[in-house]
């Protein structure tokens, strides 16, 4: 299926058992499946930890994104394995994008927290000058995703950690006109409150 090997398979069905076996027998950890994504990426995507443990942390998908990419996205669990084994908090995808900015988009509160805790970057920008708090503003309800985490949850511990309100894309966009641009009420409620304060 799209390339697949069969550790890609094991990797992305959490069969931890199996994975290691054909690691043990020599199986490449960074093939790529038909979309460029290696089996450790399969399995950062879904949290399956001893998967990837012990693992190359530096490992990239086709479009730049790291393990800490995906984990940030997915696992608070995964993003501290990850952190203890050495993964760059700061690494950029192609589009310029941080773990920091794949868990505003997609990942919940924690993860955000989690990150930033550890030093992440919360000034860091995209190749479109987007920061963590446009992102937030501009992702998807995560209970929509089915994480059970809201995007004005996200929006208020970047805001108390200091990020600025004000920031501007390279098109001059703030994070107020991604969320209103975005239908996302809650978000732009939070970030005129702030505005206001």
């Keep these: 299926m799209d390339d697949e090997t069969p550790l890609h398979q094991a990797a992305r069905a959490g069969e ?8 043990a027998a020599g199986a490449d950890v960074t093939a790529r499946d038909s979309h ?5 990426h399969h399995s950062a995507s879904r949290g399956h930890l001893g998967v990837v ?6 490992v990239r998908g086709r479009g730049g994104d790291t393990l800490l990419h995906r984990a940030a996205s997915f696992s608070a669990e ?22 920091l900015h794949a868990a505003a988009a997609w990942g919940g509160a ?21 920061t963590a708090l446009h ?15 809201e995007s004005d949850a996200k929006a208020r511990v970047l805001l108390d950690a200091g ?5 501007r894309t390279v098109s001059g966009q703030t ?5 209103r641009e975005c239908n996302r009420p809650a978000v732009a409620e939070v970030l005129l409150h702030v505005a206001s304060a």
């Design 36 to 40: 460029g994504q290696s089996p450790l």
């Design 110 to 130: 924690e993860h955000v927290r989690i990150l930033l805790a550890a030093g992440a970057d919360m000034g860091a920008r995209t190749n479109d000058g987007e």
């Design 53 to 58: 443990q012990g693992a190359d942390v530096s």
């Design 16 to 23: 931890e058992e199996i994975a290691k076996l054909l690691i």
């Design 163 to 167: 990020i600025d309100v004000n920031a």
């Design 175 to 179: 994070a107020l006109d991604r969320a």
């Design 135 to 149: 992102l937030t503003a501009g992702s998807p309800d995560a209970l929509f995703l089915g994480f059970g985490h």
């Design 78 to 99: 995964l993003i501290g394995l990850l952190l203890g084994a050495g993964a760059d908090l700061e690494a950029t995808d192609d589009e310029g994008k941080t773990p």
